[in-house]
């Protein structure tokens, strides 16, 4: 009965200058749709295009230095075009930690560029991990900045050289 | 005397909204493509009759119409070295001002023929995030992330001199806007609150005259009603405030002391964004407000018609689900007042909506 009227709704809708879009494209793809098998699956997928990130220092990964962890990414409710929104915990090895803002932003860019649909991203430090979690937590969620970040060549080449793939 | 809104009032509005969801519909006419990556803003020209609009893709296109059709008639390119963050047509309709992450404001007109860059405002440490003409068209106001708004004269021919360095925010400027007929600017901040400027005609000073301070975080943008006695505000708190100004001489005992006026928050519309609200645009013909939103959505509202001055309700009129496929960046009401809609989006598109009570 809900599937019935779901479907007559959607052929309701009347907008004959929408384009063909590719299937992917299509937001109300449920998580199966867009290749997952389940919450999981996708969470897994996060954590699979964020455990290579390079730390900005050190010659390890942020995996190795446990700053991003499995738990620390969530699948959270889509919002009402069905588009998954994911929230990522990291976890700075220093509550101090003057880079901080690059892992975020690292972080965002390596999940925008490697999923194949679209996500909406809320980046958080673990609570209580950083002394000023609270102004980086509102910096790399403000797009605008973000945006801005990545058009400076010398963030631009720091981000570049985190998030790029091993030979 | 308060000017919250009553828990009355909240149970009215959440009746009514129970029952008159939807009754503004928003149909697409055209999605307008052309631009490379996020389009930021779109300008409607006073006219109503050519749209331009800015982006990522650093250029700046020119719309209008063909036909029953909107194309690019024209684009600027090389003006700026980053990201064009606004694009805004002075009341004339003559010239175009374009703020850019690359720390300058362009200005462009077409007296030569064809539209060129003649004029630079430099002077913003870093990204200019909005800029705004005045109603006579004789101020401009710029802002960034350098935290200050800096207000122009247009002092003659492709002649701009910097009248104000106004550095009453502690953040971030997002965006600038100034009052539908005087000469009252109001600007909003990454640091949650919404300033106030004039000129002080006693020592021609800019300064800041009022602070609104509600949101729990960045105000992204603002408008002003028709009579620029009220002010609708959006934030990354997901909620969309409504603020009246009392002049000295109010009936309702708001306590003015020694200013001219102050503003209060008389409505906070909350519950219905569920992302970042990322532009309101007010129109002064019809009264509808609408909403750029982080989770792709257009939101119309309309004020009931019972609503009390200070304590006013608004009505979710239409929720556009996939409006687009990304973020909204900006929603502009067509100045002619004819409910045509204008949105961009992260998603690369323009789109062109007609709205119908």
Known sequence: ?167 | MTVKTSRGALWRSFRRNQFKTEMVNLELSQILTGHKGIVWNVSWHPQGNVIASCGEDKTIKLWSKEGVQWTIKTVLVDGHQRTIREVAWSPCGNFLASASFDATTAIWDKKSGQFECNATLEGHENEVKSVAWSPSGQLLATCGRDKSVWVWEVAGDDEYECEAVLNAHNQDVKKVAWHPSLDVLASASYDNTVKMYKEDSADNDWTCVATLQSHDSTVWSLAFDNTGERLATCSDDKTVKIWKEYKSDNQEGVIVNDKESVWKCVCTLSGYHTRSVYDIAWCHKTGLIATACGDDIIRIFKESEDSDLNAPTFDLMCTKLNAHTQDVNCVKWNPLGNQELLSCSDDGEIRLWKCSE
């Open chain 1, 1 to 167: 009965m809900i599937s019935f009227f779901s479907k007559l709704s959607l052929n309701k809708q009347n907008s004959p200058l929408e384009h063909a879009k590719p299937a992917y494209m299509d937001k109300s793809a449920t998580l199966q749709e867009l290749g997952y098998k389940d919450e999981n699956d996708l969470k897994e997928t996060i954590y699979d295009f964020l455990r290579t990130i390079r730390d900005p220092e050190k010659p390890s990964t942020l995996e190795d230095l446990k700053v991003i962890y499995e738990e620390g990414i969530f699948v959270n409710e889509p919002t009402a075009d069905k588009v998954p929104v994911i929230r990522v915990e990291y976890n700075p090895t220093v509550p101090h930690c003057s880079l901080a803002t690059l892992i975020g932003l690292c972080i965002r860019i390596k999940i925008q560029r490697s999923i194949h649909h679209p996500v909406k991203l809320d980046i958080y430090i673990k609570k209580g991990a950083h002394t000023t979690e609270d102004e980086i937590n509102k910096q790399i969620n403000d797009k605008e900045r973000i945006a801005a970040a990545m058009e400076n060549p010398n963030l631009r080449n720091l981000v570049e050289n985190c998030i790029a793939e091993e030979e």
